[in-house]
């Protein structure tokens, strides 16, 4: 009796054991894959099946700013892209061979702005090469009226050193950035005037971050020292 309950027992545990796995495999299958029968004694690997790659989301990238780190037309290398259309949605899949066939390739080009992912080939727009040209005459325009903007540090001659060094660090920014600085250096209300050698020192600190910075004076100095003094820099290269 013993013997017959073990053999009930190791039938009822591989009973529960097949049933599970039939269950558990059961949830993965879908329309396009039809496993073949499974043999009981060789139950199937679940994480395996191929069809759980759909379950994947791939993360989206953006595109580049920098045009120059684009792909165009035949370097995007590959066979099919898909089109960003007028209104900003994605066109359908198309060869690449074809889309550069239907523009006119001496006034338009094809640039990727998304790379390929797996389920879809790259992002790219059609891109009109003198609208480029002008987008990019107007950026530079105004980087340099961004720099021709002229900013202004006004330091008492008597300023404590932790505040002139903070100031003088803002003047070698604006002076790397290529800025025209105007530094005035005047007589605080209330504030006591300072000695000569102080006005000399403030005066002399300012040139040397000017000179550090490889800037130099746009026109001489004007006003008087320990008094009011305007003075205007800016990097020599620029000038």
Known sequence: MKHIRGLLSTTQALRRTFTTDATQFSLFRNPVFHPRSVH??????????????????????PPADDQSQQLKDERI?????????????????????????????????????????????????????????????NKAKAAKVQKSQLKQI???????????????????TFLEKGRKVEVLLTLKKRKRAPTMEEAQNTYNRVMEVADESNAGLVKPMEGVLGKQVLIILKRKDLM
Not at 79 to 85: A, E, K
Not at 101 to 110: G, K, S
Not at 155 to 172: E, P, T
């Open 40 to 61: 009981p004694l060789n139950p199937p690997v679940v994480r395996n099946l191929p069809q759980l790659r759909f379950l994947k989301i791939p993360r989206r990238q």
């Open 77 to 137: 290398g590959v066979p099919h892209i898909q089109l960003v259309n007028e209104e900003g949605h994605l066109d359908p899949p198309a060869k690449l061979r074809d889309v550069l066939n239907t523009i006119n390739r001496a006034e338009e080009f094809v640039l990727q702005v998304s790379p390929p992912l797996s389920d879809r080939p790259p992002v790219c727009k059609i891109m009109n090469k003198a609208a480029i040209r002008e987008y990019e005459r």
């Open 154 to 172: 006004e330091l008492n001659w008597c300023i404590s050193n932790n505040d002139l060094s903070h100031r003088m660090k803002q003047l070698a």
